[in-house]
């Protein structure tokens, strides 16, 4: 016997679809607030800001936020003056996952600096609401620098430990730094990097219940020069340790494989 679904059971169905993927928006968008990443760039030319907004962003499984920058390269301008390009920007934000028990911000970018040495800040939203007790942490990261003009390049960390990349929570507070031995330069037509994993034994306590967490990268790059950089930053609950490493590892690899 054929069995036919009415209009009615359609619309039904329907509404309950739309009903779920709107709670699970609803739980992705929980703790998180515009814009979800930032870029500042400044020099003596001026300064200017372009910002990543909620809605240019997609959810990944209804908890996951993916934002990429497609239509590419952004210019940062202050009145006529370039002050700094981006060539390319990613962000992932899962602000807690129940199952793995984790919470997490992947940030990665490519600028270039403009006619004069430029100053960057790059944040990203901050994940609050959190409410993580007794919380572990692990935070990884690469970072390039490459000469664009033929007269060597540096680039100079401008966290409060003279790092390039900070991992932060509860508001100001720092929990880790990456990339602190310094400014890094390379010569005429060269390019450098590096890549750092702290602690590289596991996660480790934050040592406070986390509330918030945020990534920031804050750097002076030469002028005409070019940099990049990638961070993935995990809080975890202690009791799901081992399925949130699994979760980061996996990340961190395919990131690498990119």
Do not use: C, H
């Amino acid at each position: 016997m054929n069995t036919f679904e009415t209009p009615v059971s359609r619309i039904k169905a329907v509404a309950a679809f739309v009903a779920i993927m709107s709670a699970a928006t609803s739980s992705a968008l929980a703790g998180l607030g515009d814009p979800i990443v930032s870029f500042w760039a400044g020099n003596s030319e001026g300064a200017g800001t372009f910002d990543v907004q909620l809605s240019d962003a997609q959810f990944n499984n209804g908890e996951i936020i993916v934002w990429n920058l497609i239509d590419g390269p952004i210019q940062i301008m202050d009145g006529g003056n370039v002050i700094a390009t981006i060539t390319s920007g990613q962000l992932t934000l899962q602000a807690f996952n129940e199952t793995l028990g984790q919470s997490l911000i992947a940030l990665s970018f490519n600028v270039e600096a403009g006619a004069v040495d430029t100053d960057f800040l790059i944040s990203s939203s901050l994940i609050d609401a959190l409410d993580i007790p007794g919380a572990l942490g692990r935070v990884t990261g690469t970072y390039s620098v490459t000469d664009g003009n033929t007269n060597g390049a540096t680039l100079t960390g401008l966290q409060a430990g003279g790092g390039l990349y900070s991992a932060r929570y509860n508001g100001a507070n720092t929990f880790n730094e990456l990339f602190t031995d310094g400014a890094y330069s390379v010569g005429v037509s060269e390019s450098a990097g590096g890549v750092q994993d702290i602690p590289n034994t596991g996660f480790v306590p934050i040592g406070a219940d986390i509330n918030d967490m945020s990534s920031q990268w804050n750097f002076r790059l030469t002028a005409g020069d070019l940099a990049g950089g990638t961070s993935n930053y995990i809080i975890i609950i202690p009791a799901p340790a081992g399925l949130a490493l699994l979760g980061f590892s996996g990340l961190f690899a395919a990131r690498r494989r990119r």
